[in-house]
C-alpha cells in the first residue's frame, strides 16, 4: 500500500465511527469473526482500543491486521483503522 492510498484510507476513515472495542479480553476468536464480517461488509473499520487492554494499539492492530488478512492503516492514539478489500460483487469498493 502507497502513502498515498493510505492517506486517503485514513481521511475516510476520519468520520467514521469505531465498531468495536477492544478490553482487557484482547483478541478472541468470536472478535475476529464479527470484525471479519464487518471488513466485508464495510471494507474500512475503525476499532477502538480501551485503557485497560493488555496490550497497546499497535501491537493490537498488528495482531488483527495478520489474523484478518487484512492492512493496519492507521493506529492512532487508541484508533485502529483495518482495511481490506471486499470480495463481494454487488460492493461499490473503495477507488484509490
Given at each position: 500500500?502507497t502513502?498515498?492510498?493510505?492517506?486517503?484510507?485514513?481521511?475516510?476513515?476520519?468520520n467514521?465511527?469505531?465498531?468495536?472495542?477492544?478490553?482487557?479480553?484482547?483478541?478472541?476468536?468470536?472478535?475476529?469473526?464479527?470484525?471479519s464480517?464487518?471488513?466485508?461488509?464495510?471494507?474500512?473499520?475503525?476499532?477502538?482500543v480501551?485503557?485497560?487492554?493488555e496490550?497497546?494499539?499497535?501491537?493490537?492492530?498488528?495482531?488483527?491486521a495478520?489474523?484478518?488478512?487484512?492492512?493496519?492503516?492507521?493506529?492512532?492514539?487508541?484508533?485502529?483503522?483495518?482495511?481490506?478489500?471486499?470480495?463481494?460483487?454487488?460492493?461499490?469498493?473503495?477507488?484509490?
Open positions: 500500500m502513502s498515498k492510498q493510505r492517506s486517503n484510507l485514513k481521511s475516510i476513515a476520519a467514521l465511527s469505531p465498531i468495536a472495542q477492544l478490553g482487557k479480553g484482547g483478541v478472541s476468536e468470536n472478535m475476529v469473526k464479527s470484525l464480517d464487518a471488513l466485508e461488509a464495510h471494507e474500512l473499520i475503525k476499532i477502538n480501551l485503557t485497560n487492554a496490550e497497546d494499539a499497535k501491537a493490537l492492530g498488528a495482531q488483527l495478520e489474523s484478518l488478512k487484512a492492512e493496519c492503516v492507521a493506529v492512532i492514539g487508541r484508533k485502529i483503522v483495518l482495511y481490506r478489500r471486499s470480495s463481494r460483487k454487488d460492493f461499490k469498493h473503495i477507488e484509490f
